[in-house]
């Protein structure tokens, strides 16, 4: 099998494993359509959620994005001018927000999700990039960027940070790294600051403090302890993907990701001790709760807490594959290809 091959459907499985669309349009022609109105958004394919105050605002499959005011039982959908796949959302308080996914798509919103306007998408991604590697003189560089261009916006955004400032970092395929430092008028390329020359897949970053944790394909796991001055990469022992990553404390790490791999780290890297899951399926979210207690989803449909070091189920049953997780008090919204299901955390 090519790498090409294999990197296509590593990017499939990082659409967060949703089933594909029939008959689904380009990204350049799902960019200029506006999402597509379902009845019950609820039960959409959801891939990530955030919290708008006391709001709840969900993304998905064709740009919908569901909106729930108590707690996740009713829900309705907002106004999205794009019919790309969003992939994950944040919000710094109870109105502004972003959301970032397919076709390098950034939406923002500044009344609590309601209404979202696109600020970035792949065409000026690839410009940007270009940019950056003409302004550097890196011959490589600029072959790869003119490949981005030319390829038109069929790069995918991942996942996505909220800095202070207000300042975004948003990462995806192909090493897709790009920031903003006014809340996403306007954009610059990380590329060039991270140790990432095979240009690997980025499908989670986090942050705490001045620590930021980014994680992908191939075992890639990039940390800088500046703010993202500088990053260096962090060996581990599993050089498989990992879809999401956590920072629990200073010095703690754990990364998680295909064939239900989890691994944490308790000093910045150094070390790693693998966390047992109870089946091989791929994790495909986790979450901190607010008392600092660990949660991850899996493709076989299974909500678990880290106990140790070892993942244990919440739910007796298998749910649909699940996508992403979103904590709620004694309770966590498991994200599926069904939609948001509430899901206890406690007895």
């Keep these: 099998m090519s790498l090409q091959i294999r990197l296509r459907r590593m990017l499939a499985l990082a659409a967060m494993l949703a089933a594909p669309l029939a008959g689904a349009a ?41 909106l729930s005011d108590d707690g996740g039982r009713a829900w309705r959908q907002a106004s999205v001018p794009t019919s790309v796949t969003l992939t994950a959302v944040r919000f710094a308080g109870a109105r502004r927000g972003w959301a970032v996914g397919h076709g390098g798509v950034v939406l923002a919103s500044d009344d609590g999700g309601e209404r979202w306007t696109r600020c970035l998408d792949g ?12 302004a550097a003189g890196d011959a490589r560089a600029i072959a790869e960027a ?10 995918p955004l991942l996942d996505l940070l909220l800095l202070p400032g207000p300042r975004l970092l948003a990462v995806g395929a192909y090493g ?29 970053a986090r942050q705490r403090g001045q620590v ?14 500046d703010g993202g001055q500088n990053f260096r990469r962090v060996e581990t022992p599993y050089k498989g993907t990992f879809f999401s990553a956590e920072l ?24 790693w001790t693998p966390i047992a899951a109870p089946m091989p399926a791929s994790i495909t979210a986790t979450a901190l709760g607010a008392d600092g207690r660990l949660l991850a989803a899996n493709q076989a449909g299974f909500v678990m807490a880290l106990h140790g070091e070892r993942l244990v189920p919440l739910n007796a049953t298998p749910l649909p594959p699940l996508n992403g997780l ?13 939609g948001a299901i509430p899901v206890a955390t406690r007895p």
């Excluded at 609820?42 to 709001?55: N, Q, T």
């Excluded at 979103?326 to 069904?338: C, E, F, P, W």
């Design 326 to 338: 979103l904590m709620q008090a004694g309770a966590v919204l498991a994200l599926s290809i069904h």
């Design 212 to 225: 930021l944790l980014l994680a992908g394909e191939q075992g890639l796991v990039l940390l800088s302890t």
């Design 176 to 204: 897709l790294a790009l920031t903003s430092e006014d809340g996403g008028q306007s954009w610059h390329s990380w590329m060039r600051r991270l140790p990432n020359p095979k240009g690997l897949h980025l499908y989670a």
């Design 248 to 271: 629990p404390g200073e010095q703690d790490i754990v990364l998680a990701g295909l064939r239900g791999n989890a691994w944490r780290s308790a000093d910045g890297g150094a070390n």
């Design 123 to 134: 065409r000026r991604a690839a410009q940007i990039v270009l940019e950056a590697a003409r």
């Design 146 to 155: 003119e490949r981005f261009v030319a390829d038109g916006p069929d790069k």
């Design 26 to 66: 380009p990204a350049g022609e799902a960019l200029e359509r506006a999402a597509v109105a379902v009845r019950a958004p609820g039960h959409a394919v959801l891939l990530g959620a955030a919290r708008a105050g006391s709001r709840i605002v969900a993304v998905g499959e064709r740009g919908i994005v569901a």
